[in-house]
């Protein structure tokens, strides 16, 4: 079993920075891709960022966030991150984080085992 705890959400104006982060135990995770995603009121869960396997390999961006987020990982401490920057109130929504089944990146939720609880980002206008 993996678990994964995100933190590092809050209340931010427009314009403003927060990262999360992800931290996993149980099984490693150091072979898998790791996930951002989304979810607003009412809307679907949204795919935000991915990272390969190894940081610095392979990432991909949801267009909506392209330029302002970044996500990276620590393998050695078992962490994922989110760095989040001009953050628009559009960006409002749950963050989870995901393990994923395989070594690369991808945008869709099935392509994910694991999920964390969840973590709060609200940015005001």
């Known amino acids: 079993q993996v678990q994964l705890v995100e933190s590092g959400g809050g209340l931010v104006q427009t314009g403003g920075t927060l990262r999360l982060s992800c931290r996993a135990s149980g099984r490693t995770f150091s072979d898998n891709a790791m996930g951002w995603f989304r979810q607003a009121p009412g809307e679907e869960r949204a795919f935000v960022a991915a990272l390969s396997w190894q940081n610095g390999g392979n990432t991909v961006y949801a267009d909506s966030v392209k330029g302002r987020f970044t996500i990276s990982r620590d393998n050695a401490d078992n962490t994922v991150y989110l760095q989040m920057n001009s953050l628009k109130p559009e960006d409002t929504a749950v963050y989870y984080c995901?393990?994923?089944?395989?070594?690369?990146?991808?945008?869709?939720?099935?392509?994910?085992?694991?999920w964390g609880q969840g973590t709060q980002v609200t940015v005001s206008s």
């Open positions: 995901a393990r994923g089944r395989g070594p690369l990146p991808y945008t869709v939720k099935d392509a994910y085992d694991y």
